[in-house]
Antibody, heavy 119, light 107 residues
Framework: QVQLVESGGGMVQPGKSLRLSCAAS????????MHWVRQAPGKGLDWLAV????????YYGDSVEGRFTISRDNSKNTVYLQLNSLRAEDTAVYFC????????????WGQGTLVTVYS | SYVLTQPPSVSVAPGKTARITCGGD??????VHWYHRKPGQAPVVIIY???DRPSGIPERFSGSNSGNTATLTITRVEAGDEADYYC??????????FGGGTKLTVL
């Protein structure tokens, strides 16, 4: 069965960095675009970034462009999100999710990993 | 940037019909996907491509999309349907965008 398992969250001070990982299993990872989406406390879903199935294209949401970097290793069935220059407003649960194609739905999501930025 | 507008909350009595709207400029020309998220759980797609239902999602859930409004309809609402509901589309710049979410309360 399809599984996406995030890790790497935790408590970090403002200005610091963190790298999140999402390990995939149960499907051909290299066939899918992979995304990161977050949800801050009391807020809605906020799309952050996508990386194409082969890593050839990456796109970012306005809220994180320039600070966060998405990458993937198809040999390890893992997608990453490097979070730099963290701010208090980056406190959120971070989810990875997949789409089969551009325009498609997010058909599987991980359970999320919590990032807390505190001062 | 493309904006999707949802009502913050919708309340409905058990057994009745709930309708959750998602407004956007000419959203009828786009494909709309709907998700629900219950506390502590991952989001789950409940309607994709406007009106298709994944396996395992009850027929009580349906979607429509026309003009400037997409609508998620839940018939015979149950207590277990309480959740936050989100619509989502892809923009012309190939970026996904979510609506602000609607909290469904079953009275």
């Amino acid at each position: 069965q399809v599984q996406l398992v995030e890790s790497g969250g935790g408590m970090v001070q403002p200005g610091k960095s963190l790298r999140l990982s999402c390990a995939a299993s149960g499907f051909t990872f290299s066939d899918y675009g992979m995304h990161w989406v977050r949800q801050a406390p009391g807020k809605g879903l906020d799309w952050l970034a996508v990386i194409w199935y082969d890593g050839s294209h990456k796109y970012y949401g306005d809220s994180v462009e320039g600070r966060f970097t998405i990458s993937r290793d198809n040999s390890k069935n893992t997608v990453y999100l490097q979070l730099n220059s963290l701010r208090a407003e980056d406190t959120a649960v971070y989810f990875c999710a997949r789409t089969e194609q551009m325009g498609g739905d997010f058909d599987y999501w991980g359970q999320g990993t919590l990032v807390t930025v505190y001062s | 940037s493309y904006v999707l507008t949802q009502p913050p909350s919708v309340s409905v009595a058990p057994g009745k019909t709930a309708r959750i709207t998602c407004g956007g400029d000419n959203i009828g020309s786009k494909s709309v996907h709907w998700y629900h998220r219950k506390p502590g759980q991952a989001p789950v797609v409940i309607i994709y491509y406007d009106s298709d239902r994944p396996s395992g999602i009850p027929e009580r859930f349906s979607g429509s999309n026309s003009g400037n409004t997409a609508t998620l309809t839940i018939t015979r609402v149950e207590a277990g349907d309480e959740a936050d509901y989100y619509c989502q589309v892809w923009t012309s710049e190939d970026r996904p965008v979510f609506g602000g979410g609607t909290k469904l309360t079953v009275l």
